[in-house]
C-alpha cells in the first residue's frame, strides 16, 4: 500500500491546481481539484479531450458524493447505497460544478470507488476528485506506470503507483433518471 505521505503530497498537487494520476479499478486515471478551472483545463489539454464531453468525479464516500447531487431523492440515495462503493458510475442532476466537469450539462457522472488508491487519495484531499482515463484521447488508456509515462512524459505532477484493480473494462455507466446503460462495465 502506499504510503500515507504519499497521498498528503498529490493531495497537495492537487490543490494547488495539479494533474495526479493514479490506479483505478482497470486503468490508470487522471485527477484533478475539480472546483480549479485552470486545472481542468490542463486536464482536457494534456488529453486532447472535448470540454463537452464532460468528466467523472470519484469520491471516498456516499456522504461527499451527496453534497454534489441536485436535491437527491430518497430513491437515488438507495440506489447509490446498492451500488457504492463499486464499478458503478451514475449520472446524476449536478449542483455546484463547473462546465468543464459537467460538459456543460446538468447532470454529472459520479462514483464512490471501491479501490483503496482512489478512496484513500479522495479521503486525504477532503472533497471529490476528477477521474479520467490516463490517456490522450482516441488512444487506449494506460495499465502500468509504463504505459503512463510513454503518453505522458510531462504534464502530471504527482503519480501515485500501485496496482489497477481487477475489472478488465471501465466501470459502467448508468443514467440515474432513465435507468439506460450508457456504458457497460
Known amino acids: 500500500m502506499t504510503p500515507r505521505f504519499k497521498y498528503s503530497t498529490a493531495a497537495s498537487s492537487l490543490r494547488a491546481g495539479g494533474l495526479v494520476a493514479y490506479p483505478t479499478e482497470a486503468m490508470y486515471g487522471l485527477g484533478c481539484d475539480p472546483h480549479n478551472t485552470n486545472a481542468l483545463q490542463s486536464l482536457l489539454t494534456l488529453k486532447r479531450r472535448s470540454p463537452t464531453r464532460g468528466l467523472i468525479l470519484i469520491s471516498d464516500s456516499i456522504e461527499t458524493a451527496l453534497d454534489y447531487i441536485d436535491q437527491p431523492s430518497d430513491k437515488l440515495v438507495q440506489k447509490l447505497h446498492r451500488s457504492w462503493p463499486g464499478p458503478t458510475t451514475w449520472i446524476v442532476p449536478a449542483t455546484g460544478l463547473n462546465d468543464l466537469v459537467t460538459g456543460g450539462r446538468d447532470t ?78
Not at 459520479?110 to 490516463?134: E, K
Not at 488512444?139 to 478488465?168: C, E, M, V, W, Y
Request: glycine share 10%.
Open 108 to 185: 454529472v457522472a459520479l462514483r464512490v470507488s471501491a479501490h483503496p488508491i482512489c478512496r484513500q487519495l479522495c479521503a486525504v484531499f477532503g472533497d471529490v476528485v476528477v477521474s479520467t482515463s490516463a490517456n490522450v484521447s482516441g488512444k487506449k488508456p494506460a495499465t502500468s506506470l509504463l504505459q503512463l509515462r510513454r503518453q505522458f512524459p510531462t504534464g502530471i505532477d504527482h503519480i501515485l503507483g500501485g496496482a489497477i484493480g481487477d475489472a478488465t473494462r471501465p466501470t459502467q455507466i448508468i443514467d440515474s433518471q432513465s435507468g439506460q446503460v450508457l456504458r457497460s462495465g
